[in-house]
């Protein structure tokens, strides 16, 4: 394994320009977006839906306001300053004997709803007010000098309810106080409510019938893994649109011909099996009757040893398929492992951090453990079991100090029948079956088994389960 990590190394220093052009590459704008994006159908669904809505209820919303409070606000302001420039002459067209001009203000009140006061000897402020409505006193200045072509002062921001306007004339100021909602469009909230709301009852809509159309998708899904990890799925029937159904019926097809295909190799290795146990039954019989001399006993051996390499092809073939799954404790289970392993004799150093518990098949993963803690008993003085896990996968670990396996053999000994000439041999005696029934039960479980060079010197059986 130490000899893996350092030709990696090697090769990172060997090809250093491509990971730098591979991490310059992470900032591209659609790499950038697209690790951001949600992963799973449903979150892409939500948005291919949601923000065109969005995007489009901005834009008009953009437009549609900008043009309206626009257009509104110059209406409004241009009706408010001709009814000031009205008053503006009439003030001086018809000057009254009194400076404060009472019946042109009372007038202004009740038919306009303006207050206006004039101001004799009185000059306009100084001072400019903070700009707060840009659009609203860019509107009143435009008409103002448009309508009266005097000098003015105009303040927006300080009064919530109204707007002063302030007119100069030869002999003071007229101020005119009108609503504010009589010069500025006020009631465009009204709109964003409606929109909001009518957007939001929309993504509600959105997200109930696309949760309906994702489900069926969830379950084939869901389905599949169960399938793969060697757990039923029996139940699973398909459902939702026509395409899902058609997906989650050639899901059906394919588990029915896998089964099939398994019960066919099955039938012929048993029918196989049961041909060629009458002739060793026979042969079993006749031994028995020769007596007991050195021959007998080879003959015996050499029986004992057939009938061994009958129940492995067999095992191999069925894969223990009829065993039913149940929830099992590994920490137990990798006990018993190691209880057994000590009643022939073997130690084994016991590593166990956590208690988790599986739905497996507890007598086919029991063989596989036992059958790879035989091979390195056989092979090695120290052998450690550890038991790991994690959110999604449960690790199990069977480390030795034997002589291990030449790297490039480390995945050849997993193919069924072969067997290493030199080095050592991992597999049941005779058969050559044992690691490919291993890694078979491992699979059946929706897990993998991974040779490498072990820490403590020799082999390291690393054994992957998902939860």
Sequence with gaps: ???????????????????????????????????????????????????????????????????????????????????????????????????????????AWEQLEM???????????????????????????????????????????????????????PDGVVRVLPLRSRVYATNTHIFLVWMVGASLLLIAIAILFLRNQI???????????????????????????????????????????????????????????????????????????????????????????????????LAFAKGEEGEPVQIVNLGDLLAEVRLDAERHGNELAFNITTHVSLPIRRATLKRCLTNLVDNATKHASTVQLTLLADDKTVTILIDDDGEGIAEDQLEEVFRPFHRLDTARNLDTPGTGLGLAIARDIARSHGGEIILSQSPLGGLRAHITLPR
Excluded: C
């Design 215 to 313: 489900r069926p998708i969830e379950r084939l899904a869901r389905a599949a893994e169960e399938f793969g990890k060697g757990r039923d799925a029996s139940t699973f029937k398909p459902s939702g649109a026509q395409e899902v159904r058609r997906a989650a019926a050639a899901f059906l097809d394919m588990r029915e011909r896998i089964q099939r295909q398994i019960d066919q190799r099955t039938a012929m290795l048993a029918g196989v099996s049961h041909d060629l146990r009458t002739p060793l039954t026979r042969f079993k019989l006749q031994i028995a009757m020769l007596g007991d001399s050195a021959e007998i006993e080879e003959l015996k051996t050499d029986v004992r040893d057939m009938e061994h390499m009958l129940e492995d092809y």
């Design 115 to 169: 207050s206006v006061s004039f101001r004799p000897d009185e000059i306009l402020p100084l001072e400019e007010p903070a700009n707060g409505f840009s659009l609203l006193d860019q509107s009143l200045r435009e008409q103002i000098e448009k309508r009266i072509g005097r000098p003015y002062w105009i303040d927006t921001v300080s009064h919530p309810e109204y707007v002063d306007i302030r007119i100069q004339m």
């Design 1 to 107: 394994m130490s000899g893996v990590e350092v030709h990696s190394e090697n090769s990172v220093g060997q090809h250093a320009a491509p990971p730098a052009r591979r991490r310059l590459s992470k900032f591209h704008p659609f790499g950038l977006l697209k690790r951001f994006m949600p992963s799973g159908l449903y979150g892409r669904s939500l948005i291919i839906i949601v923000a065109p809505m969005v995007l489009l209820q901005v834009v008009v919303a953009y437009v549609f306001l900008e043009r309206h409070w626009q257009m509104v606000t110059e209406k409004l302001s241009s009706a408010v300053i001709s009814d000031i420039a009205l008053l503006v002459e009439a003030n001086a067209t018809f000057p009254e004997q009194d400076p404060g001009a009472p019946q042109l203000t009372a007038l």
